[in-house]
């Protein structure tokens, strides 16, 4: 009959546990000294070694002469407690035995001394499946166990479990096994059954697995069912039904660039040649996130587990790509594989997050708001021009770029040149415009110094500060269109939106931008201001108020507080 692979390879000894050296080294050291404690806990993801580590380190302290790898495997206990039969290791399954009357059972048979070692041994696998009772009822047999029985419990999710039950065993926390010790295992195990594996393809097996043995050993057998003796990539990402990496690189540029046509040719290519688009996009997720860390941090590759090429290709990427739309990409995404999950239309889904991801300036929120104007900063710095403080001049040669005027429109800066659109024919003359109107000579602009010394009342001096903020800051100049500032007391000015400017509001609330204003207007005025936002309709519901106020004060001053009373209408 034949054995899957992950149990053929299970370890026997220490030597053949992978990725848990420090785990390895403080049970051999106990193993050494003799203090061996009466309860363990054994934490961490599926695959890490957890069970086999408990099983190994059972024989270990029962082995006559245990090495530094473990157990000896050739004296007779060892012998006896590698079979099925033996009664002094007992695995129990706390997933199908979680009652109270189990763990009583338990409790009953630990008094019984061990067969043939010193010490009996319990593992209860998936301990957190315990119900309430069951751990009251092994609480006290936990705390004080005859000197011949050793607790080892192995779970998945520690912080399920009572503080009680954690606080009386020795926890060591299995960690995920990094990606080129599963590839070296892997290539260990495919010499020793004679087969064939294309080094693309077991990274690719071991980037699925994501840490976890078990799950690398299953697919790689899966991969041997399909393929024989020889497995390639492309025999790997049918089987995953997915792409590989080159394609999440393309999808990727799509995405960043806002490529909505080639981002959705993708997911048609995907679903032609019978891939899956929750595997896809677990991918997708997953290649932001390195995208995002590689951006975010100088020294990424202590936080990533990738090859070196897929790291050279991530940080070349990642130079291109904008950090607010890596942002809003990962919490658009995120939710989605859920979503996916229970739909009957996964593609309509995937579609329209692709519409999302591409076009921020067709989503009404805060993340896509500063997406959008994260590029166009990103234009600006890179030389191109958005906004003028002239009128454009009709040459090609000074024409908005078409990516930059997609997004910002022209807006004539106050008092100054006003175009006059004529009909055609020679006669036609313009008329004269207003002395204010007229266009003004060109010349330097005042700097900012000769400004603020000129006026000092930043309500006065607010088209000087807009004129500023169009220069050195055109987001925060954008923002402030059609504000009324209005100043109160203690250098409090209160910048008065129009109706239904709420994520005008949240940009210059946010610190940096609040910050960057009151600096400007601290340059034009000389004064030191604190900026509030209001929008009109709480300006009126203040004035509101105010009269109010005013009756009630005059009431009382004429009648006296004794017989005015205040009551609220309903």
């Given at each position: 009959m034949y054995t899957a692979l992950y149990r053929q390879w299970r370890p026997n000894t220490f030597q053949d546990v992978v990725g848990q050296d420090t785990i390895v080294r403080t049970l051999n050291n106990q193993i050494a000294s003799g203090h061996i404690a009466h309860a363990y806990l054994f934490c961490g993801s599926?695959?890490?070694?957890?069970?086999?580590?408990?099983?190994?380190?059972?024989?270990?302290?029962?082995?006559?002469?245990?090495?530094?790898?473990?157990?000896?495997?050739?004296?007779?206990?060892?012998?006896?407690?590698?079979?099925?039969?033996?009664?002094?290791?007992?695995?129990?399954?706390?997933?199908?035995?979680?009652?109270?009357?189990?763990?009583?059972?338990?409790?009953?048979?630990?008094?019984?001394?061990?067969?043939?070692?010193?010490?009996?041994?319990?593992?209860?696998?998936?301990?957190?499946?315990?119900?309430?009772?069951?751990?009251?009822?092994?609480?006290?047999?936990?705390?004080?166990?005859?000197?011949?029985?050793?607790?080892?419990?192995?779970?998945?999710?520690?912080?399920?479990?009572?503080?009680?039950?954690?606080?009386?065993?020795?926890?060591?926390?299995?960690?995920?096994?990094?990606?080129?010790?599963?590839?070296?295992?892997?290539?260990?195990?495919?010499?020793?059954?004679?087969?064939?594996?294309?080094?693309?393809?077991?990274?690719?097996?071991?980037r699925w697995a994501e840490g976890g043995m078990r799950d690398a050993l299953s697919l790689l057998d899966q991969c041997m069912s399909f393929c024989g003796s020889h497995i390639t990539n492309d025999d790997v990402l049918d089987i995953l039904g997915t792409e590989?990496?080159?394609?999440?690189?393309?999808?990727?540029?799509?995405?960043?660039?806002?490529?909505?046509?080639?981002?959705?040719?993708?997911?048609?290519?995907?679903?032609?040649?019978?891939?899956?688009?929750?595997?896809?996009?677990?991918?997708?997720?997953?290649?932001?996130?390195?995208?995002?860390?590689?951006?975010?941090?100088?020294?990424?590759?202590?936080?990533?587990?990738?090859?070196?090429?897929?790291?050279?290709?991530?940080?070349?990427?990642?130079?291109?790509?904008?950090?607010?739309?890596?942002?809003?990409?990962?919490?658009?995404?995120?939710?989605?594989?859920?979503?996916?999950?229970?739909?009957?239309?996964?593609?309509?889904?995937?579609?329209?997050?692709?519409?999302?991801?591409?076009?921020?300036?067709?989503?009404?929120?805060?993340?896509?708001?500063?997406?959008?104007?994260?590029?166009?900063?990103?234009?600006?710095?890179?030389?191109?021009t958005v906004v003028y403080d002239v009128p454009p001049p009709a040459n090609d040669e000074h024409e908005i770029p078409i990516a930059a005027a997609a997004d910002i429109q022209y807006v004539p800066p106050v008092d100054e040149y006003i175009p006059v659109i004529m009909p055609e024919g020679p006669d036609n003359k313009p008329e004269e415009l207003p002395a204010?109107?007229?266009?003004?000579?060109?010349?330097?602009?005042?700097?900012?110094?000769?400004?603020?010394?000129?006026v000092q009342d930043p309500v006065a001096a607010w088209p000087d500060i807009m004129d500023l903020l169009s220069r050195e800051r055109q987001s925060i100049h954008a923002a402030l269109i059609g504000v009324r500032p209005q100043m109160g007391a203690n250098g409090v000015m209160t910048l008065i939106f129009p109706p239904a400017s709420g994520f005008h509001i949240m940009l210059i609330e946010q610190e940096k931008s609040r910050k960057f204003l009151e600096e400007t207007i601290e340059k034009v005025t000389g004064q030191q201001v604190k900026i509030k936002c209001m929008m009109q309709d709480q300006m009126k519901e203040q004035e509101l108020d105010a009269d109010d106020d005013y009756v009630v004060r005059k009431a009382i001053e004429v009648f006296g507080e004794d017989i005015v009373e205040v009551v609220d209408e309903e």
């Open positions: 599926r695959g890490t070694g957890k069970t086999s580590t408990a099983k190994i380190f059972a024989r270990a302290i029962n082995c006559i002469s245990p090495d530094e790898h473990g157990p000896c495997g050739k004296c007779e206990v060892c012998r006896n407690l590698s079979s099925d039969s033996n009664m002094d290791i007992v695995e129990i399954d706390a997933a199908s035995n979680n009652g109270v009357d189990e763990i009583r059972d338990l409790r009953d048979k630990v008094r019984f001394p061990p067969a043939v070692g010193r010490y009996k041994v319990y593992i209860i696998d998936e301990v957190h499946m315990l119900s309430i009772g069951a751990f009251n009822a092994l609480l006290k047999t936990l705390e004080e166990p005859p000197a011949h029985v050793v607790f080892i419990l192995a779970t998945t999710e520690p912080h399920k479990l009572p503080a009680t039950i954690l606080s009386r065993c020795q926890r060591f926390d299995f960690k995920r096994i990094p990606l080129k010790t599963l590839v070296n295992r892997m290539k260990t195990i495919c010499e020793n059954m004679n087969v064939t594996v294309e080094e693309e393809g077991l990274n690719t097996i071991a590989d990496q080159s394609f999440l690189f393309q999808a990727s540029d799509d995405i960043l660039t806002g490529n909505l046509q080639g981002l959705l040719h993708k997911i048609g290519r995907l679903l032609d040649n019978g891939k899956e688009l929750n595997v896809f996009l677990r991918d997708l997720l997953n290649h932001m996130r390195n995208l995002l860390i590689v951006k975010s941090c100088n020294t990424p590759e202590g936080l990533l587990d990738v090859a070196e090429s897929t790291l050279e290709q991530l940080k070349s990427q990642a130079k291109a790509a904008s950090e607010a739309r890596l942002i809003r990409a990962i919490e658009l995404l995120s939710p989605l594989e859920s979503e996916m999950r229970y739909s009957s239309q996964p593609r309509i889904l995937m579609e329209l997050a692709a519409v999302k991801l591409c076009r921020p300036q067709s989503e009404a929120s805060l993340e896509a708001l500063l997406d959008r104007i994260e590029l166009l900063e990103k234009k600006l710095n890179n030389g191109g204010k109107q007229k266009p003004a000579k060109p010349g330097k602009k005042e700097s900012v110094q000769q400004i603020a010394n000129k």
